[in-house]
């Protein structure tokens, strides 16, 4: 059985991949700070917009409300078609205003079971090419215990894995103990790297479940509307 592709969205990537994400596959997307991953997770959003499909979106690395105006930057409309997950707001004081009815706060980062059960709530019943993103779950290795943030992302693999939707799950480079890191690399089916030097970026694709792909270093630019490869350093 040919199994069913997400595109990714990025100009390049859906090349490198043979069509995109293999539908049910969880990707670690881990790179260091400031290389592109949040740009990469609005993208894959925005591509899942233009495709009509469900899109669950768990923001832990800045406000919701940020987040929103980066997908409005990139040209996503119906932004009340996404349901967001704001993983951001408990740890900042002050009152949380009203949010609109896609918009569900959590009330830590520290107790995981609840955003599984949210999780499990809007994942249940995904169709055709449904996904989610995590920026970050770095944030998860912060707050929480270790070993509950890994229960949370095999629980959350296996979710995936019973739709048919593909999920990015972003992982700050550099910031957590190496065999926390191999953890979480293992539970996941995919990894890719993104690295920044000078001002020269690059992709790399380390492994995709059921995919054959380059094992290289690619240049991508990051630009208004995003990462982009372009096809002809791919081939090179
Ligand atoms: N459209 C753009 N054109 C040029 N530079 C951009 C663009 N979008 C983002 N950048 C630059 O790239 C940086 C990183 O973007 P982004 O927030 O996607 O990366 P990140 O890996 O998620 O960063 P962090 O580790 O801070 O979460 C931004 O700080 C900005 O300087
Ligand atoms: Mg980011």
Redesign the pocket.
Known sequence: MVEMKIRTGIPGLDDVLAGGFPAKSTVLLE?P????????CRQFAKEGMLENQRCVYVVT?EPVAQTIAGLEALGVKDLDKICFIDGYSWRVSGEIPEQPANVHVMQSLTELNELTRLLKKEISGFGGGARIVIDSISDMLLYAESPSVFKFLQLFVGMVKGSQAAAVVVL?EGLHEPRHVATISYICDGTIHFRLEGNKRGIYVKRMFNTVHPLKWIPFS???A?VEIKVSDFFA
């Open positions: 790179a700070p400031g290389t592109g991953k949040t740009t990469f690395s700050e990051l630009g208004a995003g």
